[in-house]
């Protein structure tokens, strides 16, 4: 979802449910998505990538699906855990002129013991 | 062990002053990025540099300055020119440039506090 000033959207889950994290990406062009794992204070983790050909694929405890009709991206976490506490971005990247990664705003994860 | 290295991992700033914030890789990779990420908000991109010698504006250049005069070493200064430079900087790295579907790959933050 998309934040609003300072508030990132936060998803709040209990230990060893499963989580979804949605994020909406701007342009039908892009090919290539990247879910990343933040924690306080340090840089963002490659969680799991997809392109554009795909609409599922499958990680460790984690799937991304990819549905392009409507733009969307999702990240599930099965079997939540405490250590998955973090901000969850995603990224895509179309190739465009500077040919980087597109962020989201971001999702907090917080995991209740 | 590879990866990316910043520093310093704080660092205050007086009004006025220039600082540099340093970004250093052992991956060989020829991308290098600087993004700058403020509360509650996503990263944006300051500067990018695809190749040694060679760089270019993100969407927020003004009041930062960066050169690429190694492959491994992406230097980013905050000038006294940037109004508002607390913020927590992060550099990253990708093994493929322009229009490369992979991955980029993060060094742990510098957060900078203008004091």
């Known amino acids: 979802g998309e934040s609003v000033g300072l508030h990132l959207p936060t998803l709040s889950v209990q230990e060893g449910d499963n989580s979804i994290i949605n994020c909406a990406y701007s342009?039908?062009?892009?090919?290539?998505f990247i879910w990343y794992k933040q924690e306080s204070g340090k840089g963002p983790q490659f969680i799991i990538d997809?392109?554009?050909?795909?609409d599922k694929r499958q990680g460790q405890r984690v799937t991304v699906l990819l549905n392009k009709t409507v733009k969307h991206l999702s990240l599930q976490i099965a079997a939540t855990q405490p250590g998955d506490s973090a901000v969850y971005f995603c990224?895509?990247?179309?190739?465009?002129?500077?040919?980087?990664?597109?962020f989201g705003k971001g999702t907090k994860l917080s995991v209740k013991p | 062990d590879g990866g990316i290295t910043q520093s310093p991992k704080y660092l205050f700033r007086k009004e006025g002053q220039n600082v540099t914030l340093s970004c250093e890789q052992n991956l060989n990779h020829d991308a290098m990025y600087w993004y700058r990420q403020d509360p509650g908000q996503g990263l944006r991109l300051i500067y990018y540099?695809?190749?040694?010698?060679?760089?270019q504006k993100g969407d927020i250049a003004e009041g930062y300055s960066v050169s690429r005069e190694k492959k491994e070493s992406f230097p980013l200064t905050v000038t006294s020119a940037q109004k508002n430079p607390t913020a927590f900087y992060l550099c990253?790295?990708?093994?493929?440039?322009?229009?490369?579907?992979?991955?980029?790959?993060f060094g742990q933050g510098t957060r900078l506090t203008v004091v």
């Open positions: 990253a790295s990708s093994p493929e440039p322009r229009g490369g579907n992979t991955e980029a790959f």
């Open positions: 342009n039908s062009a892009s090919d290539y």
């Open positions: 997809i392109r554009s050909n795909m």
């Open positions: 990224a895509e990247n179309y190739g465009g002129s500077q040919g980087n990664l597109i």
């Open positions: 540099s695809q190749i040694v010698n060679d760089f």
